[in-house]
């Protein structure tokens, strides 16, 4: 997996999945967590995004996704368990099989991976239902209703989002 520790920083090459179904949109959080985030995991060397981004799916939802467009590539920074981090993120468009469940308000799957327990629902595909969720990275909430149609590079920063 891509990862560079610098305590207390911490560089990840991350790649996410955009889900829609319904209107509505897949999230997974450690269900020790407070926020939730859109699905997805590190790269590993040698392996393309596109690759990454099916893996995951595979071993978290255990399903075959189908990989869109890309939507975003971001330069995020923000603080997680006494980490600063820098990560770079490929956030693409997905399409889940029908065959993975869903339910408008209830959680759908879960999985244990690693030490983290984690669970997946859907939730409505509107600012105000992201927001309200606490879905970082928070540029996304703004977006999530008209996406892009070419990738845009955006960076993020937790502590400065006008950086």
């Known amino acids: 997996m891509i990862r560079i520790d610098a305590t207390p920083r911490r560089f990840n090459f991350r790649i996410v999945g955009l889900g829609f179904r319904n209107g509505h949109v897949l ?90 327990d984690l669970e997946f629902k859907w939730v409505k595909a509107t600012k105000g239902a992201l927001t309200a969720l606490d879905v970082p990275p928070y540029f996304i909430a703004g977006q999530i209703e008209n996406l892009p149609q070419t990738p845009v590079h955006i960076i993020w920063d937790d502590d400065d989002p006008a950086r």
């Open 27 to 116: 999230v997974h959080r450690a269900v020790h967590e407070d926020f939730w985030s859109f699905p997805g995991g590190r790269a590993e060397i040698g392996e393309t995004s596109v690759e990454t981004l099916k893996r995951e799916m595979v071993e978290e939802l255990g399903v075959d996704v189908t990989v869109g467009r890309m939507l975003w590539t971001v330069e995020n920074f923000f603080r997680y368990e006494a980490h600063d981090y820098h990560e770079i993120g490929f956030y693409y468009l997905m399409e889940i099989p029908e065959s993975f469940p869903f339910h408008a308000s209830e959680i759908v799957h879960r999985l244990k991976d690693g030490d983290s």
